[in-house]
C-alpha cells in the first residue's frame, strides 16, 4: 500500500535560519510527488512537482528535491511569512489515470522574526 | 494558472438538513474532480473522485448515500451533504488537474458547521 511520511510534524524557526523539511515515500511506482503550502482555513497552494530522482526545482527561498525514497523541501533564510503547513502528495501507478494523491500530514512551520 | 473555485466558502446548518457545496474549474475544464475533507490539525483525506458524465468513486469508508456528488459539466462538481449531523463538522475542498498535468489544483475550501 502506497505511505507517505512527512517530518518533523512542526518545526520552530528564527527568521534567517535555514532548514530542511522530509517527506518520505513508498509507493508501487511514482507518477509524481508534489508539494504544497496551506494557511490556516485555505486550500493548498501548488508549490512544486518532482517526476525523476535526481529533480530539483526552485522558487524563491524554496527547494525541493527528489530521490528515490524521499523529498526534501529546503527553505533558505526563512521569513515570518513561509510560516504554513506544507504538505506533500504522491501520485502513484496504483493511482492509475484518476491522478488520485496520496497525502502526507503536513509539516507545521512557524518562522519567528 | 488553474483556478478552482468553490461556494459558499463557509455554511451553518442545522442538524438533520442538507448542505450542496459547489467546486468549479474557472479557466479550464476537467473531467475529473476530487473532493477531500479536512479536520482539525490534520492531513486532507480523499472522499471521493467525480467524473464528469458518470458516477462518483468513493473510497473506502465514505458513505455514497451521505455524500452526494454529481459532476455535470465540465468545469463543475457539486458536493451534497445529506441530513448533516454534527460529526459532519468539517472543511471540505475540492481539487481539478490542471489541463494536461497531473498538478491537482485546489479550491479555498468550504467550512461546514452543523449545530
Known amino acids: 500500500e502506497d505511505q507517505v511520511t512527512q517530518s518533523p510534524e512542526a518545526l520552530r524557526l528564527q527568521e534567517g535560519e535555514s532548514s530542511s523539511l522530509n517527506c518520505s515515500y513508498t509507493v508501487s511506482g511514482l507518477r509524481g510527488l508534489f508539494w504544497y503550502r496551506q494557511d490556516p482555513g485555505k486550500g493548498p497552494e501548488f508549490l512544486f512537482t518532482l517526476y525523476s530522482a535526481g529533480e530539483e526545482k526552485e522558487k524563491e527561498r524554496l527547494k525541493a528535491t527528489l530521490t528515490k525514497k524521499e523529498s526534501f523541501l529546503h527553505i533558505t533564510a526563512p521569513k515570518p511569512e513561509d510560516s504554513a503547513t506544507y504538505l506533500c502528495a504522491v501520485h502513484s501507478v496504483e493511482g492509475g489515470a484518476t491522478n488520485k494523491l496520496i497525502f502526507g500530514t503536513g509539516t507545521l512551520l512557524a518562522v519567528q522574526p | 494558472g488553474a483556478v478552482v473555485s468553490q461556494h459558499p466558502s463557509w455554511v451553518i446548518c442545522k442538524s438533520g438538513t442538507s448542505v450542496k457545496i459547489e467546486c468549479r474549474s474557472l479557466?479550464?475544464?476537467?473531467?475529473?474532480m476530487f473532493w477531500y475533507r479536512q479536520f482539525p490539525k490534520q492531513s486532507l483525506m480523499l472522499m471521493a473522485t467525480?467524473?464528469?458524465?458518470?458516477?462518483?468513486?468513493?473510497e473506502q469508508g465514505v458513505e455514497k448515500d451521505k455524500f452526494l456528488i454529481n459532476h455535470a459539466s465540465l468545469t463543475l462538481s457539486t458536493l451534497t451533504v445529506t441530513s448533516a449531523h454534527p460529526e459532519d463538522s468539517s472543511f471540505y475542498i475540492c481539487s481539478a488537474p490542471g489541463q494536461g498535468t497531473e498538478t491537482q489544483y485546489f479550491g479555498p475550501g468550504t467550512r461546514l458547521l452543523v449545530l
Open positions: 479557466d479550464f475544464q476537467a473531467t475529473t
Open positions: 467525480s467524473n464528469e458524465g458518470s458516477k462518483a468513486t468513493y
